[in-house]
């Protein structure tokens, strides 16, 4: 459920620059392409964790993703026209590029913290992955339509993105025993 929200914040994050439209069209893709990658992955699962450096590169992804969010987000841009679709800072193609490099991070974030839980049963590790995009279809159009009214909960958004990006290159910069931390807080950084 926690980890379904990040994935949730951030296509929420992205769709709300959008009109209507477009906003649901991104959040209908981005939670296909969610569905699609956390079914991959899962497969995959036990192969990804062979290479701490995915997660640094998932990482480096999304602190690129969080720094385009708060550009579009909360930077003043000029809209040429008064026309609706003019308003949208990006293009949807290039939203949808965003939602889906985010759903390819956070579904294999998502897959291990799932396929970790449900330890070889494989009608649990399913469910919970049904569960989690259950979620995500639920929770980004709320987060979209709120954050739309709400700028104060996109920063809140982006800085709980950005500690996820931050956990997954500390996790994958120890797997790789180029960073030791004290073993008090490794749990932070097991994803």
Not at 142 to 170: E, P, R
């Amino acid at each position: 459920i926690v980890m379904a929200a990040d994935n949730a914040i951030i296509i929420g994050l992205i769709a709300s620059g959008f009109a209507d439209k477009n906003r649901k069209r991104i959040i209908a893709w981005g939670v296909a392409a969610a569905f699609i990658f956390r079914v991959i992955f899962a497969f995959g699962a036990t192969y990804i964790l062979e290479f701490p450096w995915l997660k640094i590169l998932g990482g480096l992804l999304l602190l690129w993703i969080v720094n385009n969010l708060r550009q579009d987000f909360f930077e003043n841009k000029k809209i040429k026209s008064p026309n609706l679709k003019s308003q949208e800072n990006v293009s949807f193609s290039q939203g949808f590029f965003r939602v889906l490099v985010a759903d390819i991070t956070l579904s294999l974030d998502n897959v291990l913290g799932v396929v970790g839980a449900a330890k070889d049963n494989y009608i649990l590790m399913v469910g919970g992955l049904l569960l989690s995009v259950l979620l995500i279809v639920t929770l980004a159009s709320y987060f979209a339509n709120y954050i739309k009214d709400h700028k104060w909960l996109g920063y809140i958004g982006l800085f709980v993105i950005m500690i996820v990006a931050l956990q997954l290159i500390i996790g994958g910069l120890i797997n790789l025993e180029i960073l030791s931390i004290n073993e008090n807080f490794s749990f932070l950084f097991n994803i």
